[in-house]
């Protein structure tokens, strides 16, 4: 096969696959960034995000804790209807909900609210960042993978000349191959 019908199918394999590739490639980049920073600290869990109120409640009549004092306390703050159960311990009440909890000191009168509210779209990309699917979604992800490797192999020779593989393409190729060389090198 000649040099210039061997670029030909080059090219369009690797233009035809990279089409393919966009909208999992998007994904895996914005849910990597996200995870990236969830790691650093920059977030306290990736796929929600949370916030914290404080409240002044009143003690239980007799000291005992029941479900009608509970939901008056969720009534009250408005989170009746996110209730799912509670359990006492001595001094404290934790009442658990849909996307949250709720502390109660039985001894200070106060209550903290801690709320998680989903990151709906990053949430989704993480479950498939992680492979939390699983199934079919593995053999998906692996051809996926597949298809990364092509691209990055066809891409070196997409282009010819003096910014071909032979020349400047050599040097970025060398530093891209460097570059987690040094990565791993220095934080192992």
């Known amino acids: 096969m000649q040099t210039k019908t061997l670029r030909r199918w080059n090219n369009a394999l690797h233009r035809d696959i990279g089409y393919l590739a966009f909208g999992m490639t998007i994904i895996y980049a914005i849910s990597g960034i996200v995870l990236n920073h969830f790691k650093s600290g920059d977030f306290v869990h990736p796929d929600?995000?949370?916030?914290?109120?404080?409240?002044?409640?009143?003690?239980?009549?007799?000291?005992i804790v029941t479900r009608t004092y509970?939901?008056?306390?969720?009534?009250?703050?408005?989170?009746?209807?996110?209730f799912k159960c509670f359990i006492t311990g001595r001094g404290?009440?934790?009442?658990?909900?849909?996307?949250?909890?709720?502390?109660?000191?039985?001894?200070?009168?106060?209550?903290?609210?801690?709320?998680?509210?989903?990151?709906?779209?990053?949430?989704?990309?993480?479950?498939m960042h992680y492979n939390n699917i699983k199934k079919l979604f593995t053999w998906f992800s692996d051809l996926y993978a597949v298809a990364l490797i092509f691209?990055?192999?066809?891409?070196?020779?997409?282009l010819k000349g003096k910014n071909g593989v032979l020349r400047r393409g050599a040097w970025?190729?060398?530093?891209?191959?460097?570059?987690?060389a040094l990565f791993l090198l220095f934080y192992s």
């Open 92 to 127: 404290y009440v934790n009442v658990y909900l849909t996307h949250g909890s709720l502390y109660i000191d039985l001894k200070k009168g106060e209550a903290d609210l801690q709320k998680k509210t989903p990151r709906y779209v990053i949430k989704e990309f993480n479950l």
């Open 151 to 158: 691209l990055a192999i066809t891409g070196l020779f997409v």
């Open 48 to 63: 929600y995000s949370q916030s914290f109120q404080s409240y002044n409640v009143p003690l239980p009549a007799d000291s």
């Open 70 to 82: 509970v939901m008056s306390i969720l009534k009250d703050i408005g989170e009746e209807d996110h």
């Open 172 to 180: 970025l190729t060398a530093i891209g191959i460097l570059l987690p």
